[in-house]
């Protein structure tokens, strides 16, 4: 039997990522190194929501320019992987059976929360992969639950790739902030403080955060926190080791964290 697969969430930043953060690339990279070889890839983004966990049958997804205003450099990456339409149906299959009510779509591609972060892990795009939405207005509760769902994918060879925010307050942002620049405490401060939750598996301590000092500021919506909770979900009783690349512009904590079973 395989051994079981690990799961990832990646701190996705600004959609420039692979133009700008070159310390959060270089991690991503070598998750992507240390990791086993995965038969597919399930992709959990902040940037698909829908009414309900949404997998994509695409067999060869598109690549997705989400964004406006970036450098002409960043419209012309491609992340040409193939599709994995046996994956979202499992994925559908095993949320039906936990009570959870999804669906499939027929020809959704990969957005930059998907393609970005995929692109410096598996760089030669030939592992399939296939994108999950969020649901919306599910909260943290109904993420956990969705994550559990999918748990026994991990079995399966499949590798779950949750792609959000450990910070997201644009107010946070400072644009001409290089990558050296102290990060701005706030940000720092929820920054560690999800780190004690997680290493310390204070799993309600963290679906409560936006009753912790800082909580709502670093996420005035949530769709960018959710991603976590479905990689928490998933990962079940293995705790994560925390990688701290740099922070971009000063306020987005790019934080990642790897489950992997002992």
Same mark, same amino acid.
């Given at each position: ?5 690990p799961?990832?969430?990646v701190s996705?930043?600004s959609?420039?990522?692979l ?14 190194r ?15 929501e ?5 997998a994509?049958?695409a067999?060869a997804?598109?690549?997705?320019h ?12 491609r992340?040409p992987?193939?599709?994995a339409?046996?994956?979202?149906e499992?994925?559908?299959?095993l $949320? ?19 393609w ?8 030669d795009?030939?592992v399939?992969?296939?994108?999950l939405?969020l649901?919306?207005?599910g909260?943290?509760?109904?993420h956990l ?7 026994p994918?991990r ?10 925010a ?10 001409v ?9 706030e ?10 939750? $997680?290493?310390a598996q204070?799993?309600d301590?963290l ?16 769709e960018?926190f ?23 512009y ?5 934080d990642?964290y790897v489950w992997?079973?002992?």
């Open positions: 039997m395989a051994a079981r697969m799961v990832v969430f996705h930043g959609p420039d990522a133009l700008n953060a070159h310390d959060a690339v270089a991690c991503w990279g070598e998750i992507g240390a990791l086993p070889e995965p038969t597919a890839i399930l992709a959990v983004s902040a940037h698909w829908a009414r309900s966990p949404t994509s049958l067999g997804p598109a690549t997705i989400d964004f406006y205003g970036f450098p002409q450099a960043l419209y012309r990456m992340y992987a193939p599709g339409p046996a994956l979202a499992r994925a559908v299959a $949320l039906a059976d936990a009570g959870i009510a999804a669906g499939l779509h027929p020809d959704r591609g990969l957005d930059h929360g998907a970005v972060p995929l692109s410096a892990m598996f760089p795009a030939d399939p992969v296939t994108q939405s649901q919306h207005d909260g943290p509760a109904a639950a969705f994550g559990r769902a999918l748990a994918l079995d399966e060879g499949v590798l779950i790739v949750a792609s959000g450990i910070t997201h307050n644009f107010d946070w942002i400072d644009r902030a290089g990558p050296e620049t102290t990060p701005l405490p940000a720092a401060r929820f920054a560690d403080w999800v780190g004690e939750c $997680l290493i204070d799993i301590g679906a409560g955060y936006r009753r912790e000092p800082g909580g709502a500021k670093a996420h005035p919506s949530e960018h959710l991603p976590l909770f479905a990689a928490v979900g998933a990962a079940g009783d293995d705790v994560p080791r925390r990688l701290r690349p740099n922070f971009a000063r306020g987005l904590a790019m990642a992997a079973a002992a």
